[in-house]
């Protein structure tokens, strides 16, 4: 359902409290219980409705007939700065962006990051006015939102909702930090400017995916409640205003977005208690040959935290830039040191080496055999310490 403009803020709570009872009686997000704070709640959302535009993408290439119809790709569009639009990654061709005045801006691609799925375009003519951002904290689970979306340019569409996670998805292609959103979804939602209560940018929608269900209660004697059950549904996907913030800065300087890169081949696969994460491979000419990093050595701690598995480290060298130095603290046979690695951009990577089996175990008895030899020369040390002070 599209909420109209309003100028005061009674019948702009009318029209959200139709929306959300609408939105209640075909099944769709929990009712946001009525509190002190919707009136501020309700003032930020009509003041950052100037803010989310409408984008249109005309698709270039072939020849196309006289009758054909022009084929067109309408979509959300959220004003970063004054000649900044960022929206979700788009197929190419002609952009322009369509105010609520009636005016038609030409839009310019910068950049697109295909992971995040955002967008990033520069606008022409008077600037535009920014939604005004959130800190990344005043997200989280729990917490309620609004979501407007815009693809029929005068009247945006707005939908209430709750935030029931945050963290990575494994079914998402983006390596970083997302917000769940349990909310009704509309046509053009991806996009959609995220608010938090006090009607600031905390989020951008990239996509939807699939809540995992609830874990079950114990069923009662009889059988389980079927009232107590949760069944998966849809979501909105949404990035973060930090992660927004990063991802826009790359696509205005790069035209891409530039990931940190170590360079290590990690053992998978160990206990998740035990201290530490063996190097299998060391990509030549990389930030962790640079470093002096080599197959064998086990990390001990990454940046002063200890590290238990290759996945810990993954996640941390994603949270970094390229450029940024770290300081890795490993352990070389009875040695243990640190190193510092300055990480670089994720791209033209070499491909290490695929080792078998036995190639993996030859490693494993090469290793063994010079932790052997490394001890057999201090036991032969110490006897020749002994013999040298014992009486004749």
């Given at each position: 359902?599209?909420?109209?403009?309003?100028?005061?803020?009674?019948?702009?709570?009318?029209?959200?409290?139709?929306?959300?009872?609408?939105?209640?009686?075909?099944?769709?997000?929990?009712?946001?219980?009525?509190?002190?704070?919707?009136?501020?709640?309700?003032?930020?959302?009509?003041?950052?409705?100037?803010?989310?535009?409408?984008?249109?993408?005309?698709?270039?290439?072939?020849?196309?007939?006289?009758?054909?119809?022009?084929?067109?790709?309408?979509?959300?569009?959220?004003?970063?700065?004054?000649?900044?639009?960022?929206?979700?990654?788009?197929?190419?061709?002609?952009?322009?962006?369509?105010?609520?005045?009636?005016?038609?801006?030409?839009?310019?691609?910068?950049?697109v990051d295909r992971q995040?799925?955002?967008?990033?375009?520069?606008?022409?003519?008077?600037?535009?006015?920014?939604?005004?951002?959130?800190?990344?904290?005043s997200i989280a689970p729990?917490?309620?939102?609004?979501?407007?979306?815009?693809?029929?340019?005068?009247?945006?569409?707005?939908?209430?909702?709750?935030?029931?996670?945050?963290?990575?998805?494994?079914?998402?292609?983006?390596?970083?930090?997302?917000?769940?959103?349990?909310?009704?979804?509309?046509?053009?939602?991806?996009?959609?400017?995220?608010?938090?209560?006090?009607?600031?940018?905390?989020?951008?929608?990239?996509?939807?995916?699939?809540?995992?269900?609830?874990?079950?209660?114990?069923?009662?004697?009889?059988?389980?409640?079927?009232?107590?059950?949760?069944?998966?549904?849809?979501?909105?996907?949404?990035?973060?205003?930090?992660?927004?913030?990063?991802?826009?800065?790359?696509?205005?300087?790069?035209?891409?977005?530039?990931?940190?890169?170590?360079?290590?081949?990690?053992?998978?696969?160990?206990?998740?208690?035990?201290?530490?994460?063996?190097?299998?491979?060391?990509?030549?000419?990389?930030?962790?040959?640079?470093?002096?990093?080599?197959?064998?050595?086990?990390?001990?701690?990454?940046?002063?935290?200890?590290?238990?598995?290759?996945?810990?480290?993954?996640?941390?060298?994603?949270?970094?830039?390229?450029?940024?130095?770290?300081?890795?603290?490993?352990?070389?046979?009875?040695?243990?040191?640190?190193?510092?690695?300055?990480?670089?951009?994720?791209?033209?990577?070499?491909?290490?080496?695929?080792?078998?089996?036995?190639?993996?175990?030859?490693?494993?008895?090469?290793?063994?055999?010079?932790?052997?030899?490394?001890?057999?020369?201090?036991?032969?040390?110490?006897?020749?310490?002994?013999?040298?002070?014992?009486?004749?």
């Amino acid at each position: 359902m599209t909420v109209t403009r309003s100028r005061s803020v009674a019948p702009l709570i009318v029209a959200l409290l139709t929306l959300v009872l609408a939105a209640s009686a075909a099944g769709g997000a929990s009712i946001l219980p009525l509190r002190s704070e919707e009136a501020t709640l309700l003032i930020g959302v009509d003041s950052a409705r100037t803010s989310v535009v409408t984008m249109v993408a005309l698709p270039g290439g072939g020849a196309r007939r006289a009758d054909q119809p022009v084929r067109r790709l309408i979509g959300t569009a959220v004003v970063l700065s004054p000649y900044r639009v960022l929206t979700t990654a788009s197929m190419g061709g002609k952009f322009s962006v369509l105010l609520g005045d009636g005016l038609k801006r030409e839009a310019r691609l910068k950049g697109v990051d295909r992971q995040s799925n955002i967008a990033l375009f520069t606008i022409d003519g008077l600037p535009l006015t920014p939604l005004r951002q959130a800190s990344p904290q005043s997200i989280a689970p729990g917490s309620w939102v609004a979501v407007i979306s815009n693809v029929n340019i005068t009247r945006p569409q707005i939908t209430l909702g709750q935030v029931v996670g945050r963290g990575e998805r494994v079914d998402f292609p983006y390596a970083g930090d997302i917000v769940e959103i349990e909310a009704s979804a509309y046509p053009g939602t991806s996009g959609g400017a995220v608010l938090n209560e006090l009607g600031e940018w905390v989020a951008i929608v990239v996509g939807r995916g699939t809540r995992a269900p609830d874990p079950a209660p114990t069923a009662p004697v009889g059988g389980q409640d079927a009232e107590s059950r949760k069944e998966p549904g849809d979501i909105l996907i949404a990035l973060p205003i930090d992660q927004i913030q990063r991802i826009a800065e790359d696509l205005e300087q790069y035209g891409s977005v530039r990931r940190a890169f170590l360079g290590v081949q990690l053992r998978r696969g160990v206990a998740a208690e035990s201290l530490g994460v063996v190097v299998d491979g060391v990509v030549p000419d990389s930030p962790a040959h640079r470093a002096g990093i080599e197959a064998g050595d086990k990390i001990l701690a990454f940046e002063g935290t200890p590290v238990h598995s290759g996945e810990e480290i993954t996640s941390m060298v994603r949270t970094m830039r390229p450029g940024d130095a770290v300081e890795l603290t490993l352990s070389r046979g009875a040695d243990i040191f640190p190193v510092r690695a300055v990480l670089e951009g994720a791209v033209h990577v070499s491909a290490m080496p695929h080792h078998s089996a036995q190639e993996s175990e030859l490693f494993e008895l090469k290793k063994n055999l010079q932790k052997l030899e490394t001890e057999q020369k201090k036991v032969e040390g110490r006897i020749k310490e002994l013999e040298g002070t014992s009486p004749h």
